[in-house]
DNA sequence: GCGAGTCTTGACCATCCGGTCAAGTTGGCG
DNA sequence: CGCCAACTTGACCGGATGGTCAAGACTCGC
């Protein structure tokens, strides 16, 4: 769906999607329906298809949407480091961060993977993390600071460890993150034993 | 629901079971209905509330099913082990071949991961395998042959590179076993760093 | 103050869904 | 064989849901 939007326009559509995406996280996508979203709003449910579509619209946007900030916020925290693993570092530091500050969109994002419907955005979306993620292992490589490998499965085994110490401890509890950091680097890069 | 069952009754219990699950995993559990099941299975919908008082339960009772067999088949590759360390990469090896052996319910675990009615049901289990990891990686810890962190932070570590391993390479592509399992094991007590 | 495009309303619709139930069938056991 | 519990059928129900739309309100440039 594309319209013109005025000030006021682009506000509504803010204001559902921040909407729809906490009742999402609440209560799950399926089981929210349009009428909760604008209901919650005070208005009436044109407005909603006045913006969207339909509801399965309104999450390919968040989706797309989320994506594309957390993206910027890696890519703003490592800048231009030189050093791989430091740069590894970052990527990881950034993620826990955002994730933090949108713990909504993590769920909305756990279920949307599960669902073959939104799965090819989600997909197409790892896909790019994990290029990003696997330019700095083969730096690393290259450089033979970094275990020769196969780079993607590394680079999948890393973003294992962030996404559940995320659902862990910033997700379902509320733990601080620098120390959820300092673990998650320190295992990615050194393991478990001593 | 609790009633006494034949023979017959056990066996149709299960088609249920399979049926759903087979469904769940292909379209998800909330655009699955009852009708779909029993459509798919040629019987008449009671058949479906004789066995089960809801779709819900159904549900709920197929995780507690897949958990119990899963723990089984993690203890049984353990065994009476002595080493903490082989102890964890025998799990580790136990569920990938698992998982493998049941891709359905990865995803349709992950679906109810996100999902408060199942959330509970999930924690518990999930609080379970933990502790048994935690269990390994202390042992390891006194022997001073493991990082001496948070062992319940180590775990999550660990479940997590094995859930997207798991999901990446078992569940969306079909790699052997044997390999990822390599990867998984090193990446977890060596890390990336050489 | 008028006209046009943006925005909002909320009743309405077709459809589907989880769940019920009265009635009928099956099969094992005494 | 006859009985009874186990099992099956499928029409039916109340309610909810995603989505439509005709009508009206707002606002901004002219």
Redesign the pocket.
Known sequence: MR????????D?REQLIDCAARLFAERGY???????V?EEL??????????F????ELLAELLKASNHDLRKRQQQAIGDEPDPIKRIELGIRASLTWFREHRDYFSIIAFAATDETFAPVLRRNRDIAIADTIRHLKDGIVEGRITDADPEMLAHAIHGVVAELTRQYLVEQDEDVDRIAAVAVSFCLDGLAR
Request: no cysteine; aromatic share 12%.
């Open positions: 319209r013109k939007l005025t000030q006021r326009g682009r509504r399926h089981p929210t329906s349009v009428s909760d604008v005070g208005v009436g449910k044109g407005v909603f298809y006045w913006y579509s339909s509801k399965e």
